[in-house]
Nanobody, 124 residues
Framework: VQLQASGGGLVQAGGSLRLSCVASGRASSSYVMGWFRQAPGKEREFVAGISWTAGTTRCADSVKGRFTISKPRDNARSTVYLQMSSLKPEDTAVYYC????????????????WGQGTLVTVSS
């Protein structure tokens, strides 16, 4: 599975961005997808995840109420979005799209497939 993330960029604090991720290859086997991020000098952290099998989403406490993970209207397993609102400078990071063919990854947060990342910069 190859993951291509897009939508990053520079935005002012309080603004919004929408990230997209498209999976190719064995995309139909991706039962869970999600997003991680890594800020400069910090460890990579989980942001949000979605499970097609369970029909559920989850997100980190740090982004609850501001970020929403969603899938396309046609329920295609190959695409996932991350709508980010009320952005803060501390949201600045490289955002990575992830996927896995094992539904348990939605709970374990251990994903096999990682995209190349897209940079989000929030200015104060």
């Amino acid at each position: 599975v190859q993951l291509q993330a897009s939508g990053g960029g520079l935005v002012q604090a309080g603004g919004s961005l929408r990230l997209s991720c498209v999976a190719s290859g064995r995309a139909s086997s991706s039962y869970v997808m999600g997003w991680f991020r890594q800020a400069p000098g910090k460890e990579r952290e989980f942001v949000a995840g979605i499970s097609w099998t369970a029909g559920t989403t989850r997100c980190a406490d740090s982004v609850k109420g501001r970020f929403t993970i969603s899938k396309p209207r046609d329920n295609a397993r190959s695409t996932v979005y991350l709508q980010m609102s009320s952005l803060k400078p501390e949201d600045t990071a490289v955002y990575y799209c992830v996927a896995d063919g094992d539904p348990r990854a939605h709970l374990s947060l251990k994903y096999d497939y990682w995209g190349q990342g897209t940079l989000v910069t929030v200015s104060s």
